[in-house]
T-cell receptor
């Protein structure tokens, strides 16, 4: 199954700074989703962007999608300590069957 | 929003025993449930897709006789790790989709399995 690549693998930033992470994938998709996972916990859905959309916002989150480059980015603005987590992109190829990227671990320093 | 409950949160068992993990959709009918496995600091790997009332579809390399999946109702799917061994120690997560959940998948909180 397809698996996305994410970069960077890890990111450490100061509280208040922005965090940007990227995701690339290999085949056509219906939509792309971003999830957050706190250590040892389940996944929390952050945002879904459809294949015909280019940009989407939700609170402090901004997601872009470039289907020609098969890539997406997640921007977290004005980061907070509570944003410390791993972030995964996931592509939906067919009937909710998701393929997850390797993830980016974000550490926000107070 | 939709809620998926997974139980237990963690389990420690002896090698050779079987462990059952439950995944329940609390406020929607989960026609499809997915089981994932996650090793430390790695991504989620899909193990199988389970549709209510039918046999699960396993991903390549996943032993169906070792990881028994039952999706007998629209609100419950179970994963049984049979004759567990230390290499089965991992974090197992379920997710569910269906009527009332919209386009999203909702995830359980995961089960940390440690086999001694």
């Amino acid at each position: 199954s397809q698996q996305g690549e994410e970069d960077p693998q890890a990111l450490s930033i100061q509280e208040g700074e922005n965090a940007t992470m990227n995701c690339s994938y290999k085949t056509s998709i219906n939509n792309l989703q971003w999830y957050r996972q706190n250590s040892g916990r389940g996944l929390v859905h952050l945002i879904l962007i459809r294949s015909n959309e280019r940009e989407k916002h939700s609170g402090r989150l901004r997601v872009t999608l470039d289907t020609s480059k098969k890539s997406s980015s997640l921007l977290i603005t004005a980061s907070r300590a509570a944003d410390t987590a791993s972030y995964f992109c996931a592509t939906d190829e067919d009937d909710y069957k998701l393929s997850f990227g390797a993830g980016t671990t974000v550490t926000v320093r107070a | 929003g939709a809620v998926v409950s997974q139980h237990p949160s963690w389990v420690i068992c002896k090698s050779g025993t079987s462990v059952k993990i439950e995944c329940r959709s609390l406020d929607f009918q989960a026609t499809t449930m997915f089981w994932y496995r996650q090793f430390p600091k790695q991504s989620l790997m899909l193990m199988a897709t389970s549709n209510e009332g039918s046999k699960a579809t396993y991903e390549q390399g996943v032993e169906k006789d070792k990881f028994l999946i039952n999706h007998a109702s629209l609100t419950l799917s179970t994963l049984t790790v049979t004759s567990a061994h230390p290499e089965d120690s991992s974090f197992y997560i379920c997710s569910a989709s269906g009527q009332g959940a919209g386009e999203k998948l909702f995830f359980g909180s995961g089960t940390q399995l440690s086999v001694l």
